[in-house]
């Protein structure tokens, strides 16, 4: 057996073991990536309401609309008269407050959404006290708790997946680099008869570096293979849950896991290979 | 003659033991020299301090005009292809033939021509009578073959020096006296040996110049007093 194909026998077990931990990677910038959109669309529901003072005219009305239609901060607005509002209210009491009060009470206002940069509680606080200043509104409204509840919840899982994303990371690093790692450590007699012989730390380092480019390419192939299965069989089952059309996603995440694959192989072998071209004589029975 | 090793006022060190201490020492092209002391005296370590296998300690070794404490990985590869090393444990690969192993170390000492690879493995084989035995796996040759087969690995590359370490340690004394003869031959030819031995026989055998490693020196001896 010659030296490269020596290499090659012990390719296919670090392929398989990288496949499986850029899967488990690949599954989880997924999920990150998922967690982040749901994350937007609960923020993006966070909004306030912008109540108008009596007696301001539609076409003022609708020019603050616009105004706030011009905002950074704006992803949506929905002008609310006071017919909407009273029929919304009727619908909510199940009874026509207006025979009993014998007038409408309810003011015009424009229901704002915000983007989700800005669906934050400092955002909320200073974007009422600069909406507040308006002459035609009356009051700015929104739910402070349940705003300052949802930003606390996004924040507690953002900090947790990303502390189990880099978790995961670690631990899948160091099981590829194990496995490299004992990969090259069963040819470290092999790398030192190289070395007593004469052959260059070049010679001796090419094959393995080369091989392990090669075994990235493939183990990111084969996990690439079986994210798209498993996420086909997901998106037959739910199709709501995953988002599989978002081309730019799933392009991210699988670019991502092919470079991750060649670069932790390679990395990981080019250390391995340093460590037992320097090894000693009565180090390399231990 | 011209002197092709030396070494001044060295202090070799195997971790924290000094195995020698200010040596010096010359040993001039074409000589044959047995190195010999009791096990653990050093020689193994004295052989290793010419391939930069082992760092010293102080002084400074010089090999076919290579300072070998000052030595970087290139240099160190260059130096031990102008060498010929018979290691005591073998050092042949197990898991391929006699060919093979000869063939992966033409190539990772940047030979290349396929034709010259195999002219130069026929050559060496004929060199130590194993021309029959190229396919065969090293768990076929017998003790005597293996060692011979070292011995063709070390011819290879035309080496200046081969040093050899036990040569004749695993093998019986008429097995031993042929592996001698051999290095002899090929000491004829203008290639300097240096063996590291405690078979005092086959001094007796083939008497040259030796010395003794004792009292972490070197102390030349002629081949009666043994």
């Known amino acids: ?286 | 003659m011209k002197t092709i090793i030396e070494f001044k006022a060295v202090d070799i060190l195997q971790k924290t033991n000094i195995i020698f201490q200010n040596l010096n020492f010359k040993i001039s092209s074409g000589e044959f020299i047995y190195i010999i002391g009791k096990t653990g005296s050093g020689k193994s370590s004295l052989l290793k301090s010419l391939y930069a296998e082992l760092p010293i300690k102080k002084g400074s070794i010089s090999v076919l005009d290579y300072d070998v404490e000052k030595l970087n990985d290139d240099n160190i590869s260059n130096l031990r292809r102008k060498l010929g090393i018979v290691f005591q444990d073998f050092q042949l690969l197990t898991d391929r033939n006699l060919y093979d192993n000869l063939n992966f170390i033409l190539k990772a000492t940047g030979w290349k021509d396929k034709d010259k690879i195999d002219g130069r493995i026929k050559e060496v084989l004929d060199n130590v009578h194993l021309e029959n035995c190229e396919e065969k796996m090293l768990y076929e040759l017998s003790g005597g073959e293996q060692q011979r087969a070292t011995i063709a690995r070390a011819l290879l590359n035309h080496p200046e020096i081969i040093l050899a370490d036990e040569p004749t340690g695993n093998l019986d004394p008429e097995k031993s006296e042929k592996i001698i003869a051999l290095l002899k031959e090929i000491n004829d030819k203008g290639t300097t040996i240096i063996v590291a031995t405690h078979d005092y026989s086959i001094i007796k055998k083939f008497p040259s110049h030796t010395f003794v490693c004792e009292n972490r020196s070197l102390v030349e001896t002629s081949s009666e007093n043994i």
């Open chain 1, 1 to 286: 057996m010659s030296f490269k194909n020596k290499i090659k026998s012990s390719s296919m077990s670090i392929v398989i073991s990288m496949s499986l931990v850029l899967f488990v990677l690949g599954i989880l910038g997924f999920l990150l990536l998922n967690a982040n959109r749901l994350s937007n669309h609960v923020k993006q529901n966070i909004g306030f309401s912008v109540m108008i003072k009596e007696g301001v005219k539609e076409v003022d009305i609708m020019q603050l609309q616009k105004l706030i239609d011009s905002k950074p901060y704006s992803l949506e607005t929905n002008w609310i008269t006071k017919e909407d509002a009273a029929t919304d209210l009727q619908e909510e009491l199940g009874e026509d407050f207006i025979v009993f009060l014998g007038y409408n009470p309810l003011l015009e206002s424009i229901d704002i959404k915000l983007k989700a940069t800005y669906a934050n509680p400092d955002s909320l606080l200073l974007l009422q006290k600069k909406l507040s200043k308006n002459d035609l509104i009356h009051e700015v409204f929104y739910q402070k708790d349940l705003v300052e509840k949802i930003s606390e919840n996004v924040r507690k899982m953002s900090v947790f997946l990303l502390s189990f994303c880099i978790l995961l990371f670690i631990i899948s690093f160091t099981l590829i680099n194990n496995t490299i790692r004992l990969s090259v450590y069963s040819k470290r007699f092999l790398i030192r008869t190289m070395k007593l012989v004469g052959a260059t730390n070049k010679f001796i380092k090419g094959p393995f570096l080369s091989d392990s480019i090669y075994n990235g390419i493939y183990s990111s192939l084969v996990a690439i293979c079986m994210l798209l299965a498993v996420f086909q069989l997901l998106q037959n089952d739910m199709p709501d849950f995953l988002n599989i059309q978002d081309l730019k996603s799933m392009g991210i995440i699988f670019a991502s896991i092919f470079v991750a694959g060649i670069l932790f192989t390679w990395l990981s072998t080019f250390f391995a290979l340093r460590k037992y071209l320097r090894i000693k004589e009565s180090e390399i029975y231990l």
